[in-house]
């Protein structure tokens, strides 16, 4: 029996199975580069769902984390350490404006809070959209506009309108003088990296500033530095939202979340509302220091912009017969593709070194770390179309 194989029946006996697909087992991690239980190497352009925004073992995180939990390890909430309220602090200067942090540990946590900030307001209704994605807790998943994943847990807590994604008609017509808040991702990730026409974001500004409701973006995906600016919507003018919730590539691997509310919606929590035991806990908090002190020093913000534009350019310049085009923002990514192949292109792409994923039938979705070298953008457009060739039967 082969490492991997003993790993697949160890985890078939022990674990629960929630993704439904065969896992890889991997063993060790650096840079873009895992290795699997047999001892294969992969260049890791999935980035643990957009969690690695440095990467894997990366030094600035190591030695942030390892500096802190040899210092002061996880303390409760009665007490505060330095580095929790020094990311609140670099997190609302990164925003630039007046705000209030709440940590947490996941994106779907994050968007419990928003979901319990919207209660406070005395309204109880929320729209939210078709095909988005909050996460999988109860409050979460009723923002939640994938029916699968909502039907085996009905009834989800009430009063949720979903409204078509990027359609500012529907969601005018849906938000009303009743309505708590708005729950929008500037970009779906999780249907396939799904893009608002422009002025979308504006007009559900806009809307919601008129009937009184708070505007909630999911930066879990598309926030910290994914799209090549800090914050996804900072890329679009004359959108200030009320609340904002973050998680993946904040912790840069550890789970950390975070819930940053604006204004009004920065008063609504009082003591005793909500709380987590291990949110804002020291050591992940370093952990985000880093990764935030790192996209600033490293410039990273400019190397996505920079990788983007040749993986889409090279991508589309393939020309191969299953690519039809690329869409996204900076470093998430879909390839969009003429047919349903994206599942045989993710395991031709694991067979070949790479990890890719599909989160949809005809969508091959790329969200590698932040600091993606020139080498490794070379590597996957050179094997790219033998990969696509074998995914269409050609190979
Ligand atoms: N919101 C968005 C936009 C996401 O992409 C995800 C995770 N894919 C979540 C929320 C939930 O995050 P978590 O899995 O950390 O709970």
Redesign the pocket.
């Known amino acids: 029996m082969t490492g991997n194989q003993e790993y697949a029946q160890r985890w078939q006996g022990s674990l629960m199975n929630n993704y439904g697909t065969p896992r890889l087992p991997l063993v060790r991690g650096e840079g873009l580069k895992v290795w699997d239980a047999d001892g294969k190497q992969y260049l890791d352009f999935v980035g643990g ?1 957009a969690t690695n925004a440095l990467g894997h073992a990366h030094p600035a995180i190591v030695e942030a984390v390892s500096k802190q939990i040899a210092s002061l390890g996880h303390i409760s909430n009665f007490f505060m350490a330095e580095p929790t309220v020094a990311l609140a602090e670099r997190l609302l200067q990164l925003f630039g404006r007046d705000g209030r942090v709440f940590f947490c540990n ?4 994050a ?1 419990e809070a928003a979901f319990k900030i919207g209660r406070l307001t005395g309204r109880t209704h929320v729209v939210a959209t078709e095909g988005g ?4 807790t109860m409050g ?1 998943l009723a923002m939640t506009g994938q029916p699968g994943k909502r039907e085996p847990f009905l009834p989800l807590p009430g009063d949720v309108t979903h409204v078509p994604f990027g359609d500012a008609q529907a969601l005018a017509a849906a938000v009303t003088e009743e309505t708590a808040l708005v729950i929008i ?1 500037p970009i779906q ?2 249907l396939g990296v799904v893009v608002p026409p422009a002025g979308y974001l504006k007009a559900a500004r806009a809307i919601t500033a008129a009937s009184g409701a708070l505007l909630v973006l ?1 930066e ?2 598309t926030g910290v530095g994914r799209t090549g600016h800090w914050f996804e919507y900072q890329a679009h003018e004359g959108v200030l939202p009320d609340v904002v919730t973050l ?2 590539q904040l912790g840069g691997g550890l789970p950390l ?1 975070a819930t940053v509310a604006f204004g009004r919606a920065a008063e609504l929590l009082q003591p005793g509302h909500h709380g987590t035991t291990f949110g804002g806990n020291p050591v992940a908090c370093a952990a985000g220091l880093a990764v935030l002190d790192t996209i600033a020093n490293d410039g990273l913000l400019e190397n996505v912009k920079r990788q983007s534009e040749k993986l889409r350019d090279g991508i589309e310049a393939l020309g191969h017969p299953l690519i039809d085009y690329v869409r996204g923002a900076g470093l998430l990514l879909g390839i969009v593709l003429t047919e349903p192949h994206a599942a045989k292109v993710q395991q031709a792409a694991q067979d070949a070194g790479f990890l890719v994923n599909a989160p949809a039938p005809d969508v091959v979705r790329l969200m590698p770390p932040l600091n993606l070298g020139d080498d490794e953008v070379e590597a996957l457009l050179q094997a790219l179309p033998g990969i696509l060739d074998r995914a269409n039967g050609d190979g």
């Open positions: 769902i996941s994106g779907a946590e968007n994605f909050h996460g999988r979460a991702e990730g999780e999911d879990v995906q998680a993946k979340g």
